[in-house]
């Protein structure tokens, strides 16, 4: 079970703090990406100028684009801890369930429910990724290991 995190922001300013990481997250990605595909894609002596052109025309879109799912995935997180009162794993694939639904909903229902489905499952495994390497890199859950009589440091 996951234990609160108390470091983070409360809930209306970690929906900011989130939308903010994840549109620079998206806007450098999105700058490295498109720059080098902007790169290949020009002629070769104007190699450098259709990597910035192509970079600045795009970058932006997918910086927008990640802080939209990066902010409303935090909002949903965030009403779905108040509505449950409790945090755990369930919030973030509800969350993520939640936002792939909504972010596709404009291609119909049918649409709308394969992304939920999809992104639930992603956030799934993230998370259960998550607590298994939590639970293998925790030392308190291992039961102390006894030295055999020879190895200990007590003289006899």
């Known amino acids: 079970m996951a234990h609160a995190d108390h470091t983070r922001d409360p809930c209306p300013w ?6 903010g990481g994840a549109f620079s997250m998206g806007a450098v990605g ?15 002596g104007d190699r450098f100028v259709g990597a ?13 684009n990640f802080g939209v799912w990066g902010g409303m995935f935090s909002t949903f997180d965030c009403a779905i801890k108040d509505i449950r009162q409790k945090e755990d794993a369930w919030n973030a694939i509800l969350s993520g369930f939640m936002t792939g639904g909504c972010l596709a909903l404009r291609s119909g229902p049918r649409s709308a429910l394969g ?5 639930g499952i992603l956030l ?18 291992r039961p102390p290991v006894a030295l055999p009589p020879s190895m200990s440091s007590s003289p006899p």
């Open 14 to 19: 970690v929906i900011l703090n989130d939308f």
């Open 115 to 119: 992304s939920a489905v999809a992104c």
């Open 30 to 44: 999105g700058a490295i990406w498109y720059s080098i595909k902007g790169a290949r894609n020009a002629p070769r």
């Open 124 to 141: 799934g495994v993230f998370e259960g990724v998550g607590v298994l390497l939590s639970r293998a890199f925790s030392e308190g859950q």
């Open 52 to 64: 910035i052109s192509s970079m600045k025309a795009r970058a932006p879109v997918t910086g927008g």
